[in-house]
Protein backbone atom coordinates (compact mmCIF):
# COMPACT_ATOMS: atom_id res chain seq x y z
CA UNK A 1 0.00 0.00 0.00
CA UNK A 2 1.58 3.32 -1.27
CA UNK A 3 2.36 5.78 1.41
CA UNK A 4 0.21 9.18 2.03
CA UNK A 5 1.88 12.53 1.28
CA UNK A 6 1.54 15.29 4.10
CA UNK A 7 -1.57 16.41 5.16
CA UNK A 8 -3.61 18.76 3.01
CA UNK A 9 -0.54 18.51 0.11
CA UNK A 10 -2.95 19.33 -2.75
CA UNK A 11 -4.32 22.71 -0.95
CA UNK A 12 -2.90 26.31 -1.60
CA UNK A 13 -3.58 29.03 0.75
CA UNK A 14 -4.97 31.74 -1.58
CA UNK A 15 -5.82 34.52 1.02
CA UNK A 16 -7.25 35.13 4.14
CA UNK A 17 -8.59 37.97 6.66
CA UNK A 18 -7.77 36.95 10.35
CA UNK A 19 -9.79 38.25 13.41
CA UNK A 20 -6.22 38.89 15.11
CA UNK A 21 -7.49 39.04 18.68
CA UNK A 22 -9.13 35.05 17.57
CA UNK A 23 -12.03 36.27 19.20
CA UNK A 24 -14.43 36.17 16.08
CA UNK A 25 -14.38 33.87 13.02
CA UNK A 26 -11.37 34.39 10.31
CA UNK A 27 -12.32 33.88 6.56
CA UNK A 28 -9.79 32.08 3.93
CA UNK A 29 -9.83 31.14 0.17
CA UNK A 30 -7.72 28.12 -0.90
CA UNK A 31 -7.11 26.41 -4.24
CA UNK A 32 -7.44 22.61 -3.91
CA UNK A 33 -5.87 20.12 -6.78
CA UNK A 34 -4.51 23.33 -8.61
CA UNK A 35 -8.28 23.86 -10.44
CA UNK A 36 -11.07 24.25 -7.17
CA UNK A 37 -11.41 27.27 -5.18
CA UNK A 38 -13.15 26.92 -1.63
CA UNK A 39 -14.03 29.08 1.29
CA UNK A 40 -13.27 28.06 4.70
CA UNK A 41 -14.25 29.72 7.90
CA UNK A 42 -12.97 29.20 11.31
CA UNK A 43 -13.75 30.00 14.32
CA UNK A 44 -12.44 32.00 17.23
CA UNK A 45 -10.27 29.98 19.28
CA UNK A 46 -9.73 26.70 17.29
CA UNK A 47 -6.10 27.33 16.51
CA UNK A 48 -3.58 27.25 19.33
CA UNK A 49 0.21 28.90 18.20
CA UNK A 50 1.36 32.72 17.14
CA UNK A 51 -1.01 34.86 15.00
CA UNK A 52 1.88 34.25 12.34
CA UNK A 53 0.86 30.43 11.93
CA UNK A 54 -2.35 31.50 11.10
CA UNK A 55 -1.54 33.12 7.93
CA UNK A 56 1.28 30.99 6.85
CA UNK A 57 0.22 28.55 4.25
CA UNK A 58 2.58 25.74 5.12
CA UNK A 59 1.97 25.49 9.05
CA UNK A 60 -1.43 26.70 8.59
CA UNK A 61 -2.34 23.50 6.04
CA UNK A 62 -0.18 21.07 7.83
CA UNK A 63 -0.24 21.86 11.29
CA UNK A 64 -3.41 23.46 12.22
CA UNK A 65 -6.00 22.65 9.85
CA UNK A 66 -7.45 19.63 9.85
CA UNK A 67 -7.74 17.19 6.29
CA UNK A 68 -9.81 18.97 4.11
CA UNK A 69 -12.60 16.79 3.23
CA UNK A 70 -13.29 15.21 -0.32
CA UNK A 71 -16.50 16.16 -2.56
CA UNK A 72 -17.76 18.73 -4.57
CA UNK A 73 -18.12 21.36 -1.65
CA UNK A 74 -16.99 25.39 -2.21
CA UNK A 75 -17.97 26.44 1.91
CA UNK A 76 -16.51 25.50 4.68
CA UNK A 77 -16.56 25.72 8.46
CA UNK A 78 -13.88 24.67 11.05
CA UNK A 79 -14.36 24.29 14.35
CA UNK A 80 -13.71 21.97 17.98
CA UNK A 81 -16.12 19.09 16.87
CA UNK A 82 -18.14 19.11 20.22
CA UNK A 83 -17.61 15.32 21.03
CA UNK A 84 -14.22 14.90 20.55
CA UNK A 85 -12.78 18.44 21.18
CA UNK A 86 -10.62 18.38 18.17
CA UNK A 87 -10.40 20.81 15.48
CA UNK A 88 -12.48 19.26 12.36
CA UNK A 89 -14.32 20.64 9.73
CA UNK A 90 -17.74 20.87 11.18
CA UNK A 91 -19.65 21.35 7.91
CA UNK A 92 -19.02 21.66 4.11
CA UNK A 93 -21.67 23.18 1.41
CA UNK A 94 -22.41 23.49 -2.21
CA UNK A 95 -23.22 27.42 -2.33
CA UNK A 96 -24.15 29.74 -4.87
CA UNK A 97 -21.62 32.70 -4.52
CA UNK A 98 -22.48 35.98 -5.87
CA UNK A 99 -20.36 37.33 -8.74
CA UNK A 100 -20.11 40.30 -11.25
CA UNK A 101 -23.14 40.21 -13.44
CA UNK A 102 -22.45 43.25 -15.71
CA UNK A 103 -20.95 41.47 -18.34
CA UNK A 104 -19.82 43.38 -21.42
CA UNK A 105 -16.59 42.84 -22.94
CA UNK A 106 -16.52 39.30 -24.99
CA UNK A 107 -12.98 37.67 -23.23
CA UNK A 108 -13.65 35.73 -20.33
CA UNK A 109 -10.10 34.29 -18.55
CA UNK A 110 -9.46 31.74 -15.65
CA UNK A 111 -7.87 33.60 -13.07
CA UNK A 112 -6.08 30.71 -11.97
CA UNK A 113 -4.25 30.72 -15.13
CA UNK A 114 -2.58 34.26 -14.36
CA UNK A 115 0.89 34.51 -13.16
CA UNK A 116 1.60 37.26 -10.68
CA UNK A 117 4.51 39.02 -10.77
CA UNK A 118 4.00 41.76 -8.31
CA UNK A 119 1.55 42.31 -5.37
CA UNK A 120 0.31 45.79 -4.84
CA UNK A 121 -2.67 44.96 -2.62
CA UNK A 122 -4.71 41.84 -1.27
CA UNK A 123 -7.07 41.74 -4.92
CA UNK A 124 -4.39 43.77 -7.09
CA UNK A 125 -1.62 42.24 -9.15
CA UNK A 126 0.33 42.90 -11.46
CA UNK A 127 0.29 39.83 -13.33
CA UNK A 128 0.61 37.66 -16.95
CA UNK A 129 -1.37 35.43 -19.03
CA UNK A 130 -0.26 33.48 -22.15
CA UNK A 131 -3.38 35.32 -23.75
CA UNK A 132 -2.77 38.65 -23.25
CA UNK A 133 -0.33 41.30 -23.95
CA UNK A 134 1.90 39.29 -25.86
CA UNK A 135 5.04 38.33 -25.07
CA UNK A 136 4.57 38.04 -21.24
CA UNK A 137 3.58 41.41 -21.08
CA UNK A 138 2.03 42.65 -17.51
CA UNK A 139 -1.75 43.55 -17.14
CA UNK A 140 -3.72 44.58 -13.78
CA UNK A 141 -5.80 42.12 -12.24
CA UNK A 142 -8.30 43.27 -9.95
CA UNK A 143 -10.05 40.74 -7.97
CA UNK A 144 -13.10 40.41 -5.32
CA UNK A 145 -11.62 38.38 -3.03
CA UNK A 146 -14.37 37.95 -1.09
CA UNK A 147 -18.27 37.78 -2.15
CA UNK A 148 -19.08 40.85 0.36
CA UNK A 149 -16.54 42.94 -2.54
CA UNK A 150 -18.65 41.91 -5.40
CA UNK A 151 -20.60 44.99 -5.27
CA UNK A 152 -17.64 47.15 -5.45
CA UNK A 153 -16.56 44.86 -8.55
CA UNK A 154 -19.82 45.29 -9.97
CA UNK A 155 -19.45 49.07 -9.99
CA UNK A 156 -16.47 49.37 -11.26
CA UNK A 157 -17.07 47.00 -14.12
CA UNK A 158 -20.22 48.52 -15.31
CA UNK A 159 -18.29 51.92 -14.85
CA UNK A 160 -15.51 50.21 -17.56
CA UNK A 161 -18.51 49.46 -19.89
CA UNK A 162 -19.18 53.44 -19.86
CA UNK A 163 -15.78 55.10 -20.62
CA UNK A 164 -14.65 52.17 -22.85
CA UNK A 165 -12.59 53.79 -25.90
CA UNK A 166 -13.22 57.04 -24.58
CA UNK A 167 -9.26 57.52 -23.35
CA UNK A 168 -10.20 57.97 -20.04
CA UNK A 169 -8.97 55.11 -18.13
CA UNK A 170 -6.66 52.10 -18.92
CA UNK A 171 -8.34 49.58 -21.86
CA UNK A 172 -10.57 46.73 -20.59
CA UNK A 173 -9.14 43.79 -21.55
CA UNK A 174 -11.78 41.15 -20.07
CA UNK A 175 -13.65 39.63 -17.13
CA UNK A 176 -11.73 36.58 -15.41
CA UNK A 177 -13.70 33.96 -13.88
CA UNK A 178 -12.99 31.91 -10.71
CA UNK A 179 -12.24 28.56 -12.71
CA UNK A 180 -12.84 28.03 -16.24
CA UNK A 181 -16.88 28.13 -15.65
CA UNK A 182 -17.09 29.85 -12.58
CA UNK A 183 -18.59 33.17 -10.99
CA UNK A 184 -16.82 36.03 -12.63
CA UNK A 185 -14.43 37.59 -9.70
CA UNK A 186 -12.66 40.60 -11.39
CA UNK A 187 -11.52 42.13 -14.57
CA UNK A 188 -8.15 42.33 -16.75
CA UNK A 189 -6.55 45.91 -17.65
CA UNK A 190 -3.92 47.44 -19.28
CA UNK A 191 -0.84 48.04 -17.19
CA UNK A 192 0.02 51.43 -17.06
CA UNK A 193 3.64 51.11 -17.25
CA UNK A 194 6.40 53.68 -15.49
CA UNK A 195 3.26 55.60 -14.40
CA UNK A 196 3.38 58.32 -11.22
CA UNK A 197 0.47 59.45 -9.26
CA UNK A 198 -0.54 63.12 -10.01
CA UNK A 199 0.48 66.09 -7.61
CA UNK A 200 -0.11 69.81 -7.53
CA UNK A 201 2.01 70.50 -10.78
CA UNK A 202 -0.69 68.54 -12.49
CA UNK A 203 -3.70 70.38 -11.83
CA UNK A 204 -4.46 71.07 -15.31
CA UNK A 205 -3.78 67.90 -16.59
CA UNK A 206 -5.72 65.88 -14.00
CA UNK A 207 -8.90 68.61 -14.36
CA UNK A 208 -9.14 67.89 -18.35
CA UNK A 209 -9.08 63.77 -17.49
CA UNK A 210 -12.30 64.06 -14.46
CA UNK A 211 -14.02 66.77 -17.05
CA UNK A 212 -13.99 63.67 -19.44
CA UNK A 213 -15.04 61.62 -17.15
CA UNK A 214 -18.27 63.91 -15.57
CA UNK A 215 -19.38 64.77 -19.29
CA UNK A 216 -20.70 61.05 -19.33
CA UNK A 217 -22.80 62.08 -16.22
CA UNK A 218 -19.75 59.83 -14.11
CA UNK A 219 -18.51 61.05 -10.53
CA UNK A 220 -15.14 59.50 -9.62
CA UNK A 221 -16.35 59.00 -6.18
CA UNK A 222 -12.66 59.46 -4.92
CA UNK A 223 -10.22 62.46 -5.88
CA UNK A 224 -7.52 60.49 -4.16
CA UNK A 225 -3.98 61.36 -6.01
CA UNK A 226 -3.34 58.14 -6.59
CA UNK A 227 -6.27 57.44 -8.71
CA UNK A 228 -4.63 59.90 -11.11
CA UNK A 229 -1.62 58.39 -13.40
CA UNK A 230 0.28 60.64 -15.51
CA UNK A 231 1.87 58.61 -18.02
CA UNK A 232 5.64 58.36 -18.04
CA UNK A 233 6.62 60.59 -21.09
CA UNK A 234 3.28 61.93 -22.05
CA UNK A 235 1.02 64.68 -21.15
CA UNK A 236 -1.99 62.51 -20.51
CA UNK A 237 -3.76 61.43 -17.34
CA UNK A 238 -5.38 57.92 -16.91
CA UNK A 239 -7.80 57.57 -14.35
CA UNK A 240 -8.33 54.10 -12.16
CA UNK A 241 -10.06 52.79 -9.09
CA UNK A 242 -13.89 53.50 -9.49
CA UNK A 243 -15.08 51.14 -7.03
CA UNK A 244 -16.88 54.64 -5.56
CA UNK A 245 -17.98 55.89 -9.11
CA UNK A 246 -21.48 56.63 -9.51
CA UNK A 247 -23.80 57.42 -12.72
CA UNK A 248 -26.40 59.85 -13.99
CA UNK A 249 -24.76 62.62 -11.16
CA UNK A 250 -26.29 66.26 -11.35
CA UNK A 251 -24.15 69.32 -12.70
CA UNK A 252 -24.10 70.20 -8.75
CA UNK A 253 -23.02 66.57 -7.68
CA UNK A 254 -20.06 67.24 -10.53
CA UNK A 255 -18.74 70.36 -9.54
CA UNK A 256 -19.06 69.77 -5.88
CA UNK A 257 -16.34 66.93 -7.05
CA UNK A 258 -13.96 69.34 -9.10
CA UNK A 259 -14.01 71.69 -6.11
CA UNK A 260 -12.58 68.77 -4.49
CA UNK A 261 -9.15 68.15 -6.70
CA UNK A 262 -7.05 70.72 -6.09
CA UNK A 263 -6.65 69.63 -2.28
CA UNK A 264 -6.43 66.22 -2.86
CA UNK A 265 -3.78 66.63 -5.18
CA UNK A 266 -1.99 68.44 -2.99
CA UNK A 267 -2.20 66.00 0.09
CA UNK A 268 0.59 64.45 1.14
CA UNK A 269 -0.77 61.90 4.07
CA UNK A 270 -0.57 59.19 1.66
CA UNK A 271 -4.04 58.59 1.98
CA UNK A 272 -4.19 55.67 -0.85
CA UNK A 273 -1.11 54.31 -0.69
CA UNK A 274 2.43 54.74 1.07
CA UNK A 275 3.58 54.36 -2.13
CA UNK A 276 2.08 55.18 -6.20
CA UNK A 277 -1.23 52.94 -5.96
CA UNK A 278 -1.76 51.64 -9.19
CA UNK A 279 -5.52 50.36 -9.98
Known amino acids: MAALGPKNSNVQ ?99 LEFTQKEWLRQRVHVS ?18 WPWEVPFMETETAIYRQIDGKGIGPRFLGHLTEGRDGRVVGFAVEWVEGARA ?24 DTNKHNFLVRHGHDDVVLVDFELAKQNCSPQELEAEMATLESSLADVSFRGGVKPIRE
Open 198 to 221: AGPGDLGRCREALRRLHELGIKSG
Open 128 to 145: THPELGGDGAPVLVKLAV
Open 13 to 111: LLSCLIDEEDTGDSEYRFLVDRQTVKYVTTAPGVFCGAEDDRTFGPILLSELLPPFPTGNWNKGYVAKDPQTGQTAFIRTETVRLSGVESLWHPTKLDV
